[in-house]
């Protein structure tokens, strides 16, 4: 979300802005000096967080020998309702353990391999200047642990993985995440920070098909995946899970892709954001829409939240949000700024210019039977089909079936109200709770009528005429 | 075969391993009759390598076969071993240095070091089987010597890796391959005689500029099938080893000339 107007022009502010960035900003430091000022003041035991949540900013720490310890374990865990999946895992979760540091840190590594594993695993982390990002050390039998060391020349926000044989796989299952390494002084402060890391997963079974999904070598190299998603399964920022934050609050989202294989459109529908630091790295674009973020690459996206809401997190290749997962959520309470966004202040008939007004009139006499399911299809197709499926289906955890529905046959006000006005917040239909934002329909009395009856008419539901009279005491 | 009559079959076939294994401390072992095949790694130019006839035990070595030799041999018990010989998890699930409860007497014995595991099989006038041996064995399924194309089959080996604790099982229990060899797949890993020859004496590759461990692309320079995952795993976790460490998932059989 935009601040204020920041083409004030003059390359002197432009300059000032971005030096402020990166506080005492080690860009202005080589290796050499980073060397040099080797004044390491006492150790610490790093915080590891899971994710979406990150550790404390360094602040004004000196640099430190840190002590990480991460864990790998393999264990099985819930992908989406019903099906689960054998991740392997840095720290116990996916994404990986975030780990914070500051430019100038000795990090002191310990990876450990949990005995009941059954393969061995390592560690190439972006973030260190040395063979294999550190892979070369750290190859870790099950049951063993490895130490190596490394110092952070530069600040920035790196991707880290697995790179054992055959490194895709160890990937796919999961063994990614991120590591932070703050400029001197600390990125400037925010109210909220969060962790999201994207990730795309080949399973034996299609999306949701049920149990313990193994993994697929072929989807894999053919880079197809049956799922993709933020922060290792589906709905992982949903729900009860969403990030939150207030309206005034500036939030600080720092955004990972594992991959294996696919590159992010990085979104969120609804927020422009103020500042990216394009690849995680020194340089910062201002009023971005969507950033991209590499297989194996990170981005810090700023804001600040304007408006009460829930803002989606998306992949905007837009079908992964749709069908693969790749949804998640930010819910801002507080006060409403009408002059930000007013919500819908009228509504009414469109007619082009010259136009068609007729065809616009055109079913004057509300259509019945079959012809008025078969207009309500068509609309259907047009609107409805793109969340809620071909038959009705819906997609598990996002979007709510209408076949069969409990929720839709026990109520068609509700109903009605949910296409002329939207929907948000939780609802259970069929036994199974949904989070999510309907947006309102523009349709006319007569098309959501003949819609709603399509729909009443198919797939096992109740078989009720809606009327447009129905509909405009709904409206 | 009706419920009755397979749960029959199996405490019949489970009181003979027992009764078996009580009598003969030796596990029964089958011919292999010589061949070639290409290896993942290690084989120059990936020519085939020529694979001798020899004989390798059909099961896995089990705690109640490893307890035996414990007892006359108690430099190799848990409290006795040096540690150049095993770190300290070996044997570490046992109970004590001769009890392996709760682990299973048929069960395969696994968290022994690669020195226990040969000094075992000289004990029987027996030797570990090479890594080649091993992986020859290791390419057949049921009816084929070598499986190694067909989807099932890595499929089989590959969804090992997603069930846990598979170490309690009894040795026994997974298909008879075509030589009448069980548990190549399936049960856990084993240790072959020369298993850190790849990345530890693996100078010819070292000299065409690739890395003696397993990471990132140089994996896949010298491969000979880069869709051989199963493989992959097996090679990766060998090279991740060192002769006195001893993990849960990893156990051994014997083989001879």
């Not at chain 1, 160890?170 to 999201?196: C, F, S, T």
Request: hydrophobic share 35%.
């Amino acid at each position: 979300m935009k601040k204020k107007a920041k083409f004030i022009g003059g390359s002197m502010v432009a300059l000032l802005l971005s030096a402020g960035l990166f506080s005492c900003s080690s860009e202005s430091k080589d290796t050499k000096q980073i060397l040099s000022d080797n004044v390491i003041s006492g150790e610490m035991i790093a915080e590891l967080t899971a994710p979406p949540f990150v550790p404390k900013p360094v602040g004004s720490r000196k640099a430190k020998k840190l002590i990480v310890h991460m864990e790998i374990t393999e264990e099985e865990g819930t992908m989406v309702d019903g099906t689960t999946y054998m991740y392997w895992t840095f720290g116990g979760s996916v994404p990986g353990s975030f780990i914070r540091t500051r430019v100038g840190d000795e990090v002191e590594f310990h990876i450990k391999n949990h005995p009941d594993s059954k393969l061995p695993h390592n560690i190439d982390l972006h973030a260190v200047t040395g063979p294999g990002g550190g892979a070369e050390s750290s190859l870790v039998a099950p049951g063993q642990e490895k130490v190596f060391n490394f110092k952070t020349l530069n600040p920035g926000l790196y991707v880290y993985h697995c790179a054992t044989a055959p490194v895709g796989m160890h990937i796919a299952n999961g063994m990614y995440g991120l590591i932070l390494v703050e400029p001197e002084g600390g990125l400037p402060k925010v109210d909220r920070e969060y962790y999201v890391m994207q990730g795309d997963f080949y399973t034996k079974g299609a999306y949701g098909e049920a149990g313990l999904q193994p993994f697929d070598q072929d989807k894999a190299v053919k880079e197809q995946p049956d799922y993709v998603v933020f922060n290792g399964s589906v709905g992982a920022l949903n729900g009860d899970k969403a990030l939150t934050a207030k309206v005034g609050e500036t939030v600080r989202l720092f955004v990972g892709n594992g991959g294996p294989n696919l590159v992010s459109s990085f979104h969120v529908i609804g927020e422009i954001f103020d500042k990216v630091h394009i690849e995680g790295g020194s340089m910062v674009n201002e009023n971005v829409q969507t950033t991209m973020i590499p297989a194996g690459g990170a981005a810090m996206v700023d804001f600040k939240v304007d408006v009460p809401g829930t803002f989606i997190l998306v992949d905007h290749s837009i079908f992964r949000a749709f069908h693969k997962g790749a949804l998640g959520m930010l819910k801002v309470t507080g006060e409403e700024n009408l002059q930000i966004y007013s919500h819908t202040t009228k509504e009414g008939v469109y007619t082009p210019e010259g136009g068609s007004k007729k065809k616009a009139e055109a079913p004057k006499v509300a259509l019945t039977g079959q012809a008025k399911i078969d207009a309500g299809k068509r609309i259907y197709d047009a609107t409805c089909f793109a969340c809620h499926q071909a038959n009705g289906e819906g997609i598990p955890n996002a979007f709510p079936p209408l076949a069969k529905s409990d929720w839709l046959n026990s109520d068609v006000n509700r109903a009605l109200k949910a296409v002329i006005h939207g929907l948000s917040g939780e609802i259970t239909v069929n036994g199974k709770k949904y989070v999510n934002v309907m947006p309102a329909q523009n349709l006319t009395d007569d098309e959501v009528a003949n819609v709603m009856t399509f729909i009443y008419n198919s797939w096992g539901n109740k078989k009720q005429d809606v009327t447009p009279d129905m509909v405009r005491k709904v409206r | 075969m009706s419920v009755k009559a397979k749960i029959q079959f199996l405490i019949f076939s489970s009181v003979m391993l027992i009764s078996y294994t009580v009598k003969a401390q030796g596990t029964k072992m089958v011919t292999v009759k010589e061949g070639k095949y290409v290896p993942l790694y290690g084989s120059a130019d990936k020519q085939p390598v020529k694979v001798e006839t020899f004989k390798m035990d059909i099961y896995p070595v089990t705690n109640a076969q490893f307890v035996t030799f414990l007892k006359e041999n108690p430099t190799y018990n848990r409290s006795k071993i040096i540690g150049l010989y095993a770190d300290k998890s070996y044997l570490s699930t046992w109970k004590s240095d001769l009890d392996y409860s709760p682990l299973k007497a048929n069960a395969p014995v696994t968290n022994v070091s690669w020195f226990a595991a040969k000094k075992y099989c000289e004990c029987q006038g027996k030797r570990l089987p090479t890594m080649d041996e091993w992986e020859y064995v290791a390419m057949a399924d049921e009816t084929r010597k070598d499986a190694r194309t067909k989807e099932q089959f890595n499929k089989y080996i590959l969804e090992w890796y997603e069930k846990p604790k598979t170490y309690l099982n009894p040795v026994g229990q997974t298909f008879k391959n075509y030589w009448g060899i069980y548990d190549m797949h399936g049960l856990v890993w084993e240790w072959t005689s020369d298993f850190n020859s790849i990345f530890l004496s693996g100078e010819s590759r070292k000299d065409k500029g690739s890395d003696k461990d397993l990471f990132c692309g140089s994996a896949s320079i010298n491969a000979s099938d880069l869709m051989d995952y199963a493989a992959f795993m097996r090679f990766a976790f060998r090279g991740s080893l060192k002769a006195n460490y001893s993990t849960r998932n990893l156990g051994f059989r014997c083989a001879s000339n």
